[in-house]
């Protein structure tokens, strides 16, 4: 674990004063009470000010419903679990006998909200100006490749836009199943396009992701693409 957690901290870019604080942020809370929760408030905080901030002098010209698409697009949980994957943040979790024995170490949720605590625990550790640091360290290239404001709509926002151009019912979305562990569920959702009788099924980690798989599809059969 220690090799591990050496590079980690390499990849991170920061050495931990008190290493206490990584530790603390890597424990999930099936461990017990002492859990990285915290720490993960914290680093959320300290994730959407960095974020907000690098946007807002980076895109002088952007509005704010841009700069907040560009935001969330940034901030959310498949970009946060892709980042910890990355930093190989996985393999130094401490879990308990049940979340391991599911594989919460590839859990996106857990691996997102661990890296929102390792933030945290830098922000305690160094002050904000390292968690700062940190934060634009491990978003830079993100930063630098920005996708075009056209490209920041969901695909439910994108499919009720097309919907409503053409006078057309609104899609109905429905939760149809729930399984798997608290910390790695997979949803279900049915969305209905009532305007062409038809419907489409989408999978995900979360409610929010399987609607927008099902909206992707409904939206790729109704527009042709």
Do not use: W
């Not at 590079?7 to 530790?23: A, I, M, S, V």
């Not at 920041?152 to 979305?173: G, M, V």
């Not at 199943?177 to 038809?198: K, M, N, S, Y």
């Amino acid at each position: 674990m220690t090799q591990a957690l050496d590079q980690l901290t390499d990849r991170l870019g920061y050495r931990f004063r008190d290493p206490g604080l990584l530790d603390a942020a890597l424990t999930h809370r099936s461990v017990g009470r002492r859990n990285n929760e915290r720490m993960e408030f914290l680093g959320d905080a300290l994730l959407n000010f960095v974020i907000g901030r690098a946007l807002y002098d980076r895109c002088p010209q952007a509005p704010e419903g841009v700069l907040s698409r560009l935001r969330a697009n940034l901030v959310k949980g498949e970009t946060l679990a892709a980042i910890a994957v990355d930093l190989d943040l996985g393999r130094c979790l401490r879990l308990g006998p049940g979340a391991r024995k599911t594989g919460g170490h590839r859990s996106k949720s857990i691996l997102a909200d661990a890296l929102e605590a390792v933030l945290g625990a830098v922000c305690l550790d160094g002050g904000t100006e390292a968690g700062t640091a940190v934060v634009q360290h491990l978003f830079a290239d993100r930063l630098a490749n920005l996708p075009a404001a056209g490209e920041l709509k969901d695909p439910k926002t994108r499919l009720q836009e097309y919907l409503q151009a053409r006078a057309a019912l609104l899609p109905i979305y429905r939760l149809e199943a729930v399984t798997g562990p608290e910390h790695e569920q997979r949803f279900e959702v049915l969305c209905q396009i009532p305007a062409a009788g038809v419907s489409f099924r989408g999978v995900g980690s979360s409610r929010r992701e399987a609607e927008q798989q099902a909206a992707s599809l409904a939206l790729l059969s109704v527009s042709g693409g």
